[in-house]
């Protein structure tokens, strides 16, 4: 079957964009929409969210599960704020959806930083220790709608992800 495409053009301001199509039987409609990632903050009087960021493709949130990230645990992880987040099509539960890949970086808290002397090595389960700047090494990341997050075996997630400005 021969394959019809309209270009529409947005003419309603209230949000709403009426399609009228005469269908022949068997005729699918497929609606693209150009939906870009884009990174939102909190406000900063949400002070749990400060420095951090939630990664939005259209209309849905997207979050990290540990079963995707290369790491210990998710607090190990920080978005690259220049990062291009490319969609990914995956299959979680039976269903296809879109995810999204992209770089970021992984914290290796116990790498000597060229810029100070680390005597002491982190400890994860410490209650207090001295603060120590920690070496970024560049990561892939897998971030899934946070609809489908928890329907591949229990793990970690995270929605609100720490920003590295470089």
């Known amino acids: 079957m021969a394959q019809r495409i309209y270009q529409l053009d947005e003419k309603d301001e209230t949000g709403y964009l009426t399609v009228k199509l005469e269908l022949v039987e068997g005729e699918e409609v497929q609606i693209l929409f150009d939906m870009p990632v884009r990174l939102t903050q909190a406000h900063n009087m949400v002070e749990e969210t400060v420095g951090q960021a939630a990664v939005e493709r259209g209309p849905l949130v997207y979050c990290m599960e540990g079963m995707d990230a290369p790491v ?66 560049p990561v892939s990341m897998r971030l899934v709608p946070y609809f489908a997050w928890d329907n591949r075996g229990y793990d970690e997630m995270r929605i609100w992800i720490p920003v590295a400005y470089r």
């Open 72 to 137: 210990e645990t998710l607090d190990d992880l920080m978005l690259d704020l220049n990062a291009r987040f490319m969609p990914v099509s995956c299959e979680i539960a039976g269903r296809k959806t879109v995810a999204l890949e992209g770089n970021g970086y992984q914290i290796n808290r116990n790498q000597i930083n060229r810029n100070q002397i680390n005597r002491n090595q982190y400890n994860r389960d410490s209650l207090y220790q001295t603060m120590k700047q920690p070496v970024l090494e």
